[in-house]
């Protein structure tokens, strides 16, 4: 039986179509997302948008902001959750700190590109981007 290939049991939740676009992208990194119960509920029924939303260093950890999950409109919580909370991007120290070195250079950033379910775990791919100019993104 021949090795199943890493993207077959990959099913894709949303995708930043405009980050190609608008981003020279330099390195794909793959990071699992910490969500609570609801927000997982959206998730699968794909309700989330990846518009303007962005990665950042913050104490030791990366964050994904501005990240928007609508709430699930049969969820019994007491108290909602905010759709456009900070999510904690869930890697090893080691990865963690090669970002945030990476980070440090001027003008790079984290963008999401897209956001997809793997052997039932939430996952993001963020792309390490460098933002183009006008005639940059004209040229492609």
Known sequence: MPPKDKDDDKKTVATHRKARQFYEIIEVIEAGLQLRGPE???????????DGCFGRPDGGA?????FYIPPYTFATN???LDPRRKRKLLLHKAEIGKIEGKLATKGLT????????????AKVALGLAKGK????????
């Open 62 to 66: 990366l964050w994904l902001e501005n």
């Open 133 to 140: 100019t006008g005639a940059d993104r004209r040229d492609d």
């Open 40 to 50: 997982v509920k959206s998730l699968r029924k794909g309700q989330c948008s990846l």
């Open 110 to 121: 984290l963008i999401p590109l897209e956001v997809y379910f793997r052997k039932g775990w």
């Open 78 to 80: 007491i108290e909602p």
